[in-house]
């Protein structure tokens, strides 16, 4: 997402937490890329001010003091410094009226092309909602990262000998077995799980290393799961 898209995107009108931004998807887990403006640390929490060319937001984390492990706590002390430009994933909450991001994860860029990148990716991401809109499929959408993909959709025919179900995994066979290995293997694990471990507990299921690192790219760009200590770690977002 941009700022912008998360700042005027419309409000819950019964009065729940949904937020849904202008062409109708449903903000859940949310990436912004943008530029350190300022910061502020406290005990419990940091809170950081990203401007990304299209708005201004803040961002907060919590710190457990002796349950983060050292490298996401290296990586959220390399956020804390003016005009580096970093990437945030998580909820976007609303208090007294102002949103703003409760982050899972907050990280340096690795490169200025990961800035490019992100744009990119929120303009396909809005361009294939719209094609899926205009093509009749009856899709419940929703964004994430890129976008992501609701649970009310209808059964599909069979593609390439595989069954498209679209359930919470992302799409289909191989992304749902991902998302429950990863669920598995995640669970109480601070860091994350290596892709290793989830291409090793699915090769007695048939599927590839290639297949595996295919399919959790599009569940990260979907945001169903994000990365952690690097990008070689992920979780999944609850």
Known sequence: CTIK???????????????SLKD????????????????EQKSTNLAIEIEDGTGMMEVKTWMNEGDDCSAVANLRQECCQDYVF???IGQVKEFDGKRHIQATDIRLLGTKNELTYHFLEVA???DKYQKKKESGMGMSMGVGMGYGIGNNMSSMPKTMGANVS???????????????SLRKLGTNVDTGVNVNNIIEDLAPQGYSATDVR???SELANEGHIYSTIDEEHFQFAE
């Open 5 to 19: 898209q998360i700042v005027t995107a419309d409000g819950d009108p019964t009065g729940g937490n949904d937020i």
């Open 24 to 39: 109708g998807r449903t903000l859940y887990m949310v990436k912004i890329v943008g530029c350190v403006r300022n910061f």
């Open 86 to 88: 970093i990437k945030a």
């Open 124 to 126: 396909y991401s809005f």
């Open 166 to 180: 679209m359930k919470q995994g992302g799409g289909n066979s191989i992304n749902d077995a991902v998302s429950s």
């Open 214 to 216: 295919n399919a959790m």
